[in-house]
């Protein structure tokens, strides 16, 4: 089993940044891919960014390349998402995801291959 925690939502306004960050317990974290998805309201869950188990490669969505940067430490077995030029799209409850050994974009933003989820963290952003 894996334990994911995520903190670091909040209300910001459109332009401002926020960290989410994401805690992982009981397992060896460097197997995991890890990845953030986010939910608004009425929508599907939609891939946000995801990091390969070996470290090597990280994706993101279209809409927040360049904006967002996905990081993880695994010496704490965390991994984080600072975000940049927020803007009121980016409303949405942010969860964070794990799952050993997957590989491949294609893969890695379908959120039916993750075992393992937070609870999530709210981001609003106001115009």
């Known amino acids: 089993q894996v334990q994911l925690v995520e903190s670091g939502g909040g209300l910001v306004q459109a332009g401002g940044s926020l960290r989410l960050s994401c805690a992982a317990s ?39 390349k360049g904006r967002f940067t996905l990081s993880r430490d695994n010496a704490k077995n965390t991994v984080y998402l600072p975000m940049n030029s927020l803007k009121p799209d980016d409303t949405a ?35």
């Open 93 to 127: 409850v942010y969860y964070c995801a794990a799952q050993a050994r997957i590989g491949g974009i294609s893969t890695m933003r379908n959120p039916e291959v993750y075992n393992y989820w937070g609870q999530g963290t709210q981001v609003t952003v106001s115009s």
């Open 26 to 64: 009981g397992r060896t974290f460097s197997y995991y891919t890890m990845a953030w998805f986010r939910q608004a309201p009425g929508k599907e869950r939609e891939f946000v960014a995801a990091s390969t188990w070996s470290g090597g490669s990280t994706y993101y969505a279209d809409s927040v």
